[in-house]
């Protein structure tokens, strides 16, 4: 293995196993998404839904090689109704979660507390965000019972053609002397071979097939299958025991085949928004609808959704400054 060896909390970190022509990533949270879900004191189960979604759309997000953003949103019919979480590249992430807390608590007494069943049947969008001078791209997969990993799998072998494979892991740790915080780690693997017909995978169903037919799957190159195996073997304290750290991980995995890492990107919880953005955004209302958020105490109060940052205005100079 060779490469810069600066992995830790809240990083990602690029590798490649020549061997088997796969590239990927890990991630591994701490202080990060630990800051995000205490902020919020979400339920246990909503935390560990939003922890997995923020530990995925880095694993995508720090793929991109310009200054913009990635944001990554559930929209369900579950108790979680909606993860939303935004990276500004290079290395800053907020998150957020819209739950149903009546029927969140209902699901927790029922045992159903996995994000599959917590999400329902949706959509997951991923957004990618160059800025004003640039359109958006985005794609959009299913949810219909998948899990977050089987959901950016699916998008990848519909948007890009890209065999990939994806772990993500989530943990509460608990350190002498100190309370629980929250962990989130994953990796990403992806099969990218020299010879493009190595590549190849099973065509999704087309919809006129008839009821019953056999439709022959391709057979899959060794060393994807291989590669596959292995992620298989991570184990989620892997993921997310702080004392094992993503070079040992990926030692472990691909040893034999030869890994190689590259320069690891850190990673800050930091919000974007400021009291000018929200000036801003009042800008877009009309003098009746600011008039009507005027709280009883004479002021208008603005909570970000991401960091639970209160703005608070006195009306009079709201209007002043809108009008200057």
């Known amino acids: 293995m060779s490469g810069e060896t600066a992995s830790g909390d809240d990083r990602v970190l690029p590798f490649q196993a020549e061997g088997l022509d796969v590239r990927g990533r890990v991630v591994r949270l701490g202080p990060a998404v630990d800051t995000i879900l205490r902020r919020h004191d979400y339920p246990e189960p909503v935390a560990r839904a939003l922890a997995e979604a923020t530990a995925l759309c880095l694993l995508l997000g720090t793929?991109?090689?310009?200054?913009?953003?990635?944001?990554?949103?559930?929209?369900?019919?579950?108790?979680?109704?909606?993860?939303?979480?935004?990276?500004?590249?290079?290395?800053?992430?907020?998150?957020?979660?819209t739950f149903d807390a009546a029927a969140?608590?209902?699901?927790?007494?029922?045992?159903?507390?996995?994000?599959?069943?917590l999400l329902g049947a949706?959509?997951?969008?991923?957004?990618?965000?160059?800025?004003?001078?640039?359109s958006r791209y985005q794609g959009v997969v299913a949810l219909e019972g998948e899990s977050l990993e089987a959901a950016a799998d699916q998008y990848f072998r519909q948007s890009e053609?890209?065999?990939?494979?994806?772990?993500?892991?989530?943990a509460e740790s608990f350190a002498a002397g100190e309370g629980p915080a929250w962990r989130a780690g994953g990796m990403m693997i992806q099969f990218l071979p020299a010879v493009p017909e190595r590549m190849r995978q099973a065509d999704l169903p087309p919809g006129d097939v008839p009821e019953g037919a056999d439709l022959a799957a391709p057979a899959e190159d060794d060393a994807w299958v291989e590669a596959k195996l292995l992620l298989g073997t991570v184990e989620d304290h892997e993921l997310t025991d702080p004392t094992v750290t993503s070079e040992d991980l990926l030692y472990r995995l691909f040893h034999e085949r030869g890994v190689r890492v590259f320069e690891s990107q850190p990673i800050v919880e930091k919000c974007r928004c400021s009291r000018e953005?929200?000036?801003?955004?009042?800008?877009?209302?009309?003098?009746?609808?600011?008039?009507?958020?005027?709280a009883d105490d004479g002021s208008i109060v603005v909570t970000c959704e991401f960091c639970n940052t209160?703005?608070?205005?006195?009306?009079?100079?709201?209007?002043?400054?809108?009008?200057?």
């Not at 929209?75 to 993860?83: H, Q």
């Open 310 to 324: 209160r703005y608070e205005f006195d009306p009079p100079a709201v209007e002043a400054l809108l009008a200057a």
């Open 277 to 294: 953005a929200v000036t801003g955004m009042l800008r877009n209302f009309s003098t009746a609808e600011r008039r009507d958020m005027v």
């Open 63 to 97: 793929t991109l090689k310009f200054d913009g953003r990635f944001i990554l949103q559930t929209r369900t019919d579950g108790p979680v109704r909606m993860l939303v979480v935004d990276f500004q590249a290079p290395d800053r992430v907020r998150a957020c979660a």
């Open 122 to 134: 949706g959509h997951l969008a991923m957004t990618i965000d160059q800025g004003p001078d640039m």
């Open 161 to 170: 053609q890209i065999p990939t494979r994806v772990r993500l892991a989530v």
């Open 104 to 117: 969140v608590a209902a699901a927790v007494a029922a045992g159903r507390t996995g994000t599959v069943e």
